[in-house]
């Protein structure tokens, strides 16, 4: 008997309009005391773009390719989407499920790593909307983080040779590589994957995130130094995040004569807004100020092989095929990973 009755994408949604932004925000910032200037701060970002997040169009034109490669693929499971903050909520698509029928989910997260903001708050909000909808609720299974299998890094080298190729020849070869992830606070870094697994100072979060820097270099045509650096900080300064902060990173580097930078979103499955505004705008600027080359890879999104991933992590769940996986890194207490 089938395991499951649907797949489920589960995002983080955005607003679609001017009207919708501070409400928003409003959701995505709900308990913990954020001062109603600073949203109305990020909210410019958004208002920069008309309002509209990119997020939810990446979520419609991912769930299309997804279907299309479910029915070339024999996978006979409906897709459904559910957002953490906004339109699709998740416990309204959840219901939805729950009256067309649907008792077993398979979920699948827009974020490929471990740490609480992007496995822990998924559960999280899970256990929140079936409780919401009582003991007829749907069981939801979430897909375990996917940050080294192939179809995941082969579109960040393949971007990122690309942004390469677009750098002009002299500045390509001295061109630094750039891996870019939200940074989150150093104390949830250090929790990540759990204590005593030997991950290193910045948890799972970092050691994955460096592994997965390694394995696209890895695929590149020659060897480029690299590192991981960190955008979107949002904590108050006394707290300590996961640094160098990609900006400030670009001007030492600056400094000391690199003629030029790529900058890697590895952190994130698509071009959402902290993409957009943080590296397309703020970072570019960056860049333009100090006279430097810069070039932003694309992430992920609905590249075939990343779709393809989607496929091959259903096939683990419903019919028992093998992880693909390409590091080496231990797994996390508590995680299929």
């Known amino acids: 008997m089938r395991p499951y009755d649907a797949f489920l ?32 701060e990020v909210g410019e970002h958004y208002f920069l773009f008309g309002g509209v997040s990119p997020i939810n169009q990446q979520c419609r034109d991912l769930i299309a390719a997804i279907t299309d490669d479910f029915s070339a693929n024999g996978i006979d499971l409906p897709v459904y989407w559910g957002n953490r903050f906004w339109a699709p909520m998740l416990t309204d698509t959840l219901a939805a499920m729950r009256d067309d029928g649907v008792r077993r989910v398979l979920a699948l997260p827009t ?19 079936r409780a919401a909808l009582g003991e007829d609720a749907p069981e939801v299974d979430l897909i375990r983080p996917f940050y080294d299998h192939p179809g995941f890094v082969e579109p960040l080298a393949e971007h990122t040779l690309a942004s390469l190729d677009a750098l002009p020849e002299d500045q390509r070869r001295g061109a630094r590589l750039l891996f870019s992830a939200h940074s989150i606070p150093m104390a949830m870094a250090q929790e990540s994957g759990g204590p005593g697994q030997g991950f290193g ?42 640094e160098p902060d990609v900006n400030d990173r670009m001007e030492e580097l600056a400094a000391e004569g690199v003629p030029a930078v790529v900058v890697v979103p590895h952190g ?5 807004m902290e993409v957009k505004f943080d590296l397309d705008v703020e970072a570019r600027e960056t860049a333009q100020k100090l ?47």
């Open 268 to 272: 994130f499955v698509s071009d959402h």
């Open 201 to 242: 100072p910045a948890g799972a979060y970092g050691a994955q995130l460096a592994e997965v820097a390694r394995l696209v270099v890895d695929r590149l045509d020659r060897e480029y130094p690299f590192e991981v650096v960190y955008q979107s900080r949002s904590g108050p300064p006394s707290q300590p995040w996961l």
């Open 291 to 337: 006279g430097i080359g810069y070039e932003r890879a694309l992430s992920p999104g609905t590249h075939p092989a990343f779709v393809s991933m989607v496929t091959d992590l259903v096939r683990e769940y419903t019919g028992g095929k093998a992880p693909r996986k390409l590091g080496a890194l231990p797994r996390c207490a508590g995680c299929d990973c």
């Open 9 to 40: 994408l589960i995002s983080f949604g955005g607003p679609e309009g001017e009207d919708e932004v501070i409400p928003f925000l409003e959701n995505v910032t709900r308990g913990r005391n954020i001062p109603r200037e600073r949203l109305a």
């Open 111 to 129: 974020s490929a790593y471990c740490n609480w903001s992007s496995r822990t708050a998924y559960e999280e909000d899970i256990a929140r909307a």
